[in-house]
């Protein structure tokens, strides 16, 4: 999410943990049947492949991301369940169409996964996605109120197109996988601790993610698609509440939420890093849980 980092794997690549036990059952000969195999299938930006900082400062891939969280969640009730990860670092809209990020067969994210999803109909109970927060990235580097919501204001309509480009293909490829989409925490709000000027971005910013979650969110929805809401869980526009953390002191709920939940108020070599840690992909993965993933 919000960077183009390296190219990750192509659309076969799975993280796949096998499962298949057998039991004897009145005889020794007797086993059990293996649990049918289905998918569940992530699709977005570094989120949805699941990115952290290591202690060079690099943002990598790791197995702790909101994806494989939810999946060790439902892994116990639907036990012949896979996850297959195809979210790009970087990723916009636009390039999850068109290609241009990663490598994928079929050129974009968007044709491995509908290939994948129509080699695979009706084995594909769960698709999450999360995907446009990279395309007004550039924004937050606006001096101003004005220029602040003009630049994002420009990125609606492109993005609202695209996103009902992408999910009129992917509901075509398989009419019966739930997919549930996420909307966006909001990394910036750690500049409030960067005195007046930097309390006065963070609320614009925050502003601006709100408008911007909203268009998001009615685009999924006009869709007939779920929406989990990271945006509420991260209490992103509570400003008013207090809470105290250690080593940075009394800081706004929101502010502190992003402080202990990603890396954008880490120090270097890790921060500051937009990502989420290992306990902000719980919170999201348990928001896509709220949003009826099951």
Request: hydrophobic share 40%; net charge positive.
């Amino acid at each position: 999410m919000y960077r183009v980092l390296p190219a990750l794997a192509m659309a076969g690549c799975l993280a796949v943990v096998v499962t298949g036990c057998s039991a004897t059952s009145g005889s020794p000969h007797a086993r059990r049947s293996a649990p049918p195999v289905s998918y569940y299938l992530s699709l977005g930006d570094s989120l949805a492949q699941g990115v952290q900082p290591d202690s060079s400062g690099a943002s990598v891939k790791t197995r702790r991301g909101y994806a494989d969280q939810l999946y060790a969640a439902l892994r116990s009730r639907h036990p012949g369940l896979r996850l297959v990860k195809l979210g790009c670092p970087g990723e916009t809209t636009t390039t999850m169409i068109n290609g241009g990020v990663c490598s994928y067969h079929g050129g974009s994210q968007l044709a491995a996964a509908v290939r994948f999803l129509r080699v695979n109909r009706a084995r594909v109970p769960l698709i999450t996605i999360d995907i446009g927060a990279n395309d007004p990235y550039s924004c937050i580097t606006q001096p101003s109120a004005a220029k602040l919501a003009s630049c994002v204001g420009k990125f609606i309509p492109q993005a609202t197109s695209n996103l009902s480009k992408i999910l009129t293909r992917l509901r075509q490829a398989d009419p019966k996988a739930r997919i549930i989409a996420m909307n966006y925490y909001l990394p910036a709000l750690a500049h409030w601790r960067n005195g007046l000027a930097g309390r006065t971005f963070a609320r614009l910013s925050e502003l601006a993610a709100a408008g911007y979650n909203a268009v998001l969110t009615h685009a999924y929805k006009a869709s007939g698609i779920r929406v989990a809401d990271v945006f509420g869980a991260f209490h992103t526009a509570d400003f008013t509440q207090q809470v105290t953390l250690p080593g940075l002191g009394k800081l706004p709920r929101n502010v502190a939420a992003i402080c202990q939940w990603t890396w954008a108020c880490a120090a270097p070599p890790r921060g500051p890093n937009e990502h989420a840690n290992q306990a902000g992909y719980q919170v999201i993965a348990h928001a896509f849980l709220l949003a009826g993933a099951h």
